[in-house]
């Protein structure tokens, strides 16, 4: 841990570059603390000491009267690395993992989730309140957590599916559609050097695929600027997530090429105001997953 911050502090820099890489902010992006203090359900003064450690390394500035600006463009997935994972972040990504594996129920109380981990209460309490904050975790009337139903079987995958299907291209047809310039360009560049480290090295790490996957359903929700369909992606979002922890090791490299080919198609067809077309595009995306889905709740694969 860095000397001198607490691990919330750290735990929210992590999640400001992560908005900051969904976001696409280049340098000189406005930095408005209450905003993201309210979105991170957390108060000024943890937001302020995180800001505090990406200004020690030169990841943004103070401008007096103005506030923190990007220093640097911050949307690459590098940039995590210059930031201790704290033991926080650690465990609720384990918990995510070991969820997904099927390995904890979806009801378990905090002594369980304690004595597995063998981790102290507080911070075992803060990983529980930022699933929560995600919508993946509540806690229960009487005692104890519940894992909201996540996409365990083919049935409920197929389901997700044919929501997303009915959201998202609902998203491209709202009438005030509009992507912002740069976020666009910071995406298309994200899933060019994915690609290229695909096809480089031919493998990504699962974070690195997982976090640029969701980011480009977020952008094209948020695009649409319809407030609803944005919540409804997010949801949608952290359910994979759920899911994909531990499926992301069986995915074939042809398949993630063959989103990435897609999802570029898509935002290259937004950048030109072609709308229809990309509509066209992100309902095949869609589509050919769900009947693969299908066909395996067919062949009696659950």
């Known amino acids: 841990m860095d000397s001198g911050h607490s691990a919330l502090q750290i735990d929210i820099a992590r999640q400001i570059l992560l908005q900051a890489q969904k976001e696409g902010w280049r340098a000189g992006h406005q930095i408005v603390e209450k905003s993201l203090a309210s979105a991170f359900g957390v108060s000024r003064s943890p937001m302020r000491g995180a800001l505090e450690i990406l ?53 378990v109380s905090e002594n369980e989730l304690t004595e597995r981990y063998q981790v102290a209460r507080g911070i075992l309490r803060k990983a529980l309140a930022q699933l929560s904050s995600q919508g993946l975790i509540h806690r229960q009337r009487g005692h104890g957590w519940a894992f909201v139903d996540s996409l365990d079987s083919a049935e409920s995958l197929a389901e997700s599916y044919r929501f997303r299907l009915a959201v998202e291209l609902a998203g491209l047809s709202e009438p005030d559609y509009r992507a912002e310039p740069e976020a666009l360009d910071a995406l298309i560049a994200a899933h060019e050097n994915v690609l290229g480290q695909l096809h480089e090295k031919g493998e990504i790490g699962r974070p690195e695929w997982l976090q640029l996957n969701a980011s480009f359903h977020e952008a094209l929700a948020r695009w649409s600027g319809n407030r609803f369909i944005l919540q409804a992606v997010r949801m949608q979002n952290d359910l994979r997530l759920l899911r994909e922890s531990s499926v992301f090791d069986r995915l074939q490299r042809e398949r993630i090429e063959a989103s990435l080919d897609q999802h570029l198609q898509i935002l290259h067809h937004i950048k030109v105001g072609d709308l229809e077309i990309a509509r066209i595009v992100l309902k095949r995306h869609l589509e050919v997953i769900l009947r693969n889905v299908e066909q395996r709740i067919a062949a009696g694969d659950r």
């Open 55 to 107: 200004e020690e390394k030169a990841l943004v500035r103070l401008i007096p009267n103005k506030g923190f600006v990007a220093a640097v463009d911050l949307g690459s997935e590098k940039l995590l690395e210059s930031l201790t994972t704290s033991e926080t972040e650690r465990l609720k990504q384990q918990v995510l993992h070991d969820r997904s594996r099927g390995l904890i129920p979806q009801e």
